[in-house]
Nanobody, 120 residues
């Protein structure tokens, strides 16, 4: 199965920046849809952003203009650049991949998560 490993979380002051990385396995990594979810205590899981195999992106309204998703297929890595961080961004961040195999079979994979804490 695909393995996803996040890194780059930590503690940052309001207005600061972090870059999360997610290293993935799979020889067909370039074809995966990739994304990031987050979940704060007491809140539902929220889709933050996705990026298609062709590089098309979408973002939750709450992060538009502040977060940027990108991918480096040569390194089997997806990134989340987070700027102008707010206390409301505090959450566990989870890397996501959707694979599509033969006959349209799809599988979803999740990383273990990395904590982002933004001090107010």
């Amino acid at each position: 199965q695909v393995q996803l490993t996040e890194s780059g979380g930590g503690l940052v002051q309001t207005g600061g920046s972090l870059r999360l990385s997610c290293a993935g396995s799979g020889r067909m990594f370039s074809q995966y849809v990739l994304g990031w979810f987050r979940q704060a205590p007491g809140k539902q899981r929220e889709l933050v952003t996705t990026i298609s195999s062709g590089g098309s992106t979408n973002y939750a309204d709450s992060v538009k203009g502040r977060f940027t998703i990108s991918r480096d297929n040569a390194r089997n890595t997806v990134y989340l650049q987070m700027n102008s961080l707010k206390a409301e961004d505090t959450a566990g961040y989870y890397c996501y991949a959707r694979t599509t195999g033969s006959y349209g079979l799809t599988e979803d994979y999740w990383g273990q998560g990395t904590q982002v804490t933004v001090s107010s």
